[in-house]
């Protein structure tokens, strides 16, 4: 990888520690430590002290991986680029279909998103009507009464990797025959 050393530190090859590797880099320590750990970046070399030195080298393959995440691949998928170009195999050819693939799923994502604004149109166009059974209802009739949305994956809610995670199910919605991606158990 060809240097864009900006740092003194950097531009005379000596490197930088850990807190001055993560404010050039704009991530945490913890970040960096955890690359090393996953083996995304190689083990660092020590100071005398033991205190990690962040090479120009390793300063570069952060940003990169910085920027693969950007583009939305995972850290497995950014190691399986890495091990690649260690091998001296270009991933190049991996990376493009690996992005043609993000972009039929971002179109695919769009394409639900498109049909969830046109339900909750419709249900804003209800709301009037189904607020009128407001006496009935236990906390807000809008939400009791709506009927079921077909785009159940936009709505589920984002739960923390340190939680349950979604697990894959085809399950049909009867309002517009659409199959639902995700379930969380």
Same mark, same amino acid.
């Given at each position: 990888?060809?240097?864009? =050393?900006?740092?003194?530190?950097l531009?005379?090859g000596?490197?930088?520690?850990a807190?001055?590797?993560?404010? +050039?880099?704009?991530?945490g320590?913890?970040?960096?430590?955890?690359? +090393?750990?996953?083996?995304?970046i190689?083990?660092?070399? /020590?100071?005398a002290?033991?205190?990690?030195?962040?090479?120009?080298? #390793?300063?570069?393959?952060?940003?990169? #991986?910085?920027?693969?995440? =950007?583009?939305?691949?995972?850290?497995?998928e950014?190691?399986?680029? %890495?091990? %690649?170009?260690?091998?001296?195999?270009?991933?190049?050819?991996?990376?493009? =279909?690996?992005?043609?693939?993000?972009?039929?799923?971002?179109?695919? /994502?769009? +394409?639900?998103?498109?049909?969830?604004?046109?339900? %909750?149109?419709?249900l #804003?166009?209800? =709301?009037?009507? %189904?607020?009128?059974?407001?006496?009935?209802a236990?906390?807000?009739?809008?939400? +009791?009464?709506?009927p079921?949305?077909s785009?159940?994956?936009?709505t589920?809610?984002?739960?923390?990797?340190?939680?349950? /995670?979604?697990?894959?199910?085809?399950?049909?919605?009867?309002?517009?025959?659409?199959?639902?991606?995700?379930?969380?158990?």
């Amino acid at each position: 990888m060809k240097s864009k =050393a900006t740092k003194p530190e950097l531009q005379a090859g000596r490197g930088m520690l850990a807190g001055e590797a993560a404010k +050039e880099l704009g991530v945490g320590i913890q970040t960096l430590h955890f690359y +090393e750990g996953q083996g995304l970046i190689p083990r660092l070399p /020590r100071t005398a002290s033991g205190y990690r030195h962040y090479t120009p080298e #390793i300063i570069e393959r952060v940003r990169f #991986i910085r920027k693969a995440q =950007a583009l939305g691949f995972s850290l497995d998928e950014i190691k399986e680029i %890495l091990g %690649l170009a260690k091998r001296g195999t270009s991933p190049c050819g991996r990376v493009q =279909a690996a992005l043609a693939e993000k972009l039929r799923e971002v179109d695919r /994502r769009l +394409e639900e998103l498109r049909g969830f604004r046109a339900e %909750l149109a419709t249900l #804003i166009g209800q =709301a009037a009507e %189904l607020s009128k059974h407001g006496g009935k209802a236990q906390v807000c009739s809008i939400v +009791e009464e709506a009927p079921p949305l077909s785009v159940t994956s936009i709505t589920k809610p984002t739960l923390s990797r340190h939680r349950q /995670r979604e697990k894959p199910v085809a399950t049909q919605s009867a309002s517009a025959g659409r199959t639902a991606k995700y379930s969380v158990n």
